[in-house]
């Protein structure tokens, strides 16, 4: 299995930016569908943006599009999301996941990811 460590998160002004990072140990990094999730009190968890294993296919909520951007590093095994023009909104814990090995599919329901981070905290004030 994978253990995953996010970090990077805080208190940002709206239209500001902040770049989260989600460590890995364990099993090859490398080889997994990696996600970005978050959770606002009081709502569901929902997709932000997912990268394939050799991130050359990403997917993005439409409330992300344009504004942040997923990357990972498999030589560092870390996946980050580079988040800018935030909004109020966008405040939530967010939650990285590893989902399937070797997968062109970037999905979007947090069912497909089976090992999750702790989440780190984003709260963006008006």
């Known amino acids: 299995q994978v253990q995953l460590v996010e970090s990077g998160g805080g208190l940002v002004q709206a239209g500001g930016s902040l770049r989260l990072s989600c460590a890995a140990s364990?099993?090859?990094?490398?080889?997994?569908?990696m996600g970005w999730f978050r959770q606002a009190p009081g709502k569901e968890r929902e997709f932000v943006a997912a990268?394939?294993?050799?991130?050359?296919?990403?997917d993005y909520a439409d409330s992300a599009k344009g504004r942040f951007t997923i990357l990972r590093d498999n030589a560092k095994n870390t996946m980050y999301l580079q988040m800018s023009s935030l909004k109020p909104e966008d405040t939530a814990v967010y939650y990285c996941?590893?989902?399937?090995?070797?997968?062109?599919?970037?999905?979007?329901?947090?069912?497909?990811?089976?090992?999750w981070g702790q989440g780190t905290q984003v709260t963006v004030s008006s």
């Open positions: 364990g099993r090859a990094f490398s080889a997994y569908t």
């Open positions: 996941a590893a989902g399937s090995l070797y997968s062109n599919r970037t999905p979007v329901t947090p069912v497909a990811y089976d090992y």
């Open positions: 990268i394939t294993w050799n991130g050359r296919s990403t």
